[in-house]
T-cell receptor
Framework: AQKVTQAQTEISVVEKEDVTLDCVYE???????LFWYKQPPSGELVFLIR????DEQNEISGRYSWNFQKSTSSFNFTITASQVVDSAVYFC?????????????WGLGTSLAVNP | DAGITQSPRHKVTETGTPVTLRCHQT?????MYWYRQDPGHGLRLIHY???????DKGEVSDGYSVSRSKTEDFLLTLESATSSQTSVYFC???????????FGPGTRLTVL
């Protein structure tokens, strides 16, 4: 069975601090995809990144970086020099490669509060 | 912007009434999805579609039906709404050959 665990329910930091959001996944598939989405207080779901299981390179996009480690089944997300606008719920998700479905298995999210 | 709209954005209805939510996309994407989001449960797949008139059930499909008579519209129907169907409903699309999904703005449904 596939599963995504985001152990941190809520995190509170002060602006400019670095913060890492943890994501651990379970799957028996050899090819799979991992995602991060952001849900700001306004409620929309914003796609941030997709990582393929065969590509373990870490990725950096501005203040955001992602660390994918197959050995520990983790796909962690770090925000460097956090800002108030980063306050949101962040979701990690997993999908398999096969079939029409490609449904996303979601973690329960981590609520990040960045305080001025 | 994936060109996805949902209507209505907010709805309050009474138990036992039928409700239809509409998802509309402008870019002819083949794959469309309906999710519900609830505290403590995250997002859960209700139904999905892989083409006109091609739909299948997700993990929480009981009490819901869907229809897709044209590429751009994916309708979610609650035949007889119950209070347990109070939720935020999100529609999503997925590009063929890709894996990420892009979401509409959501519909907040309250069943009294």
């Amino acid at each position: 069975a596939q599963k995504v665990t985001q152990a941190q329910t809520e995190i509170s930091v002060v602006e400019k601090e670095d913060v890492t959001l943890d994501c651990v996944y379970e799957t028996r598939d050899t090819t799979y995809y991992l995602f991060w989405y952001k849900q700001p207080p306004s409620g929309e779901l914003v796609f941030l990144i997709r990582r393929n299981s065969f590509d373990e390179q870490n990725e950096i996009s501005g203040r955001y970086s992602w660390n994918f480690q197959k050995s520990t089944s983790s796909f962690n997300f770090t925000i460097t020099a956090s800002q108030v606008v980063d306050s949101a719920v962040y979701f990690c998700a997993l999908s398999s490669h096969a079939g029409n479905n490609r449904k996303l298995i979601w973690g329960l999210g981590t609520s990040l509060a960045v305080n001025p | 912007d994936a060109g996805i709209t949902q209507s209505p954005r907010h709805k309050v209805t009474e138990t036992g009434t039928p409700v239809t939510l509409r998802c509309h996309q402008t870019e002819n994407h083949r794959y469309m999805y309906w999710y519900r989001q609830d505290p403590g449960h995250g997002l859960r797949l209700i139904h999905y579609s892989y083409g006109v008139k091609d739909t299948d059930k997700g993990e929480v499909s009981d009490g819901y039906s869907v229809s897709r008579s044209k590429t751009e519209d994916f309708l979610l129907t609650l035949e007889s709404a119950t209070s347990s169907q109070t939720s935020v409903y999100f529609c999503a699309i997925r590009l063929a050959g890709e894996n990420e999904q892009f979401f509409g703005p959501g519909t907040r449904l309250t069943v009294l």
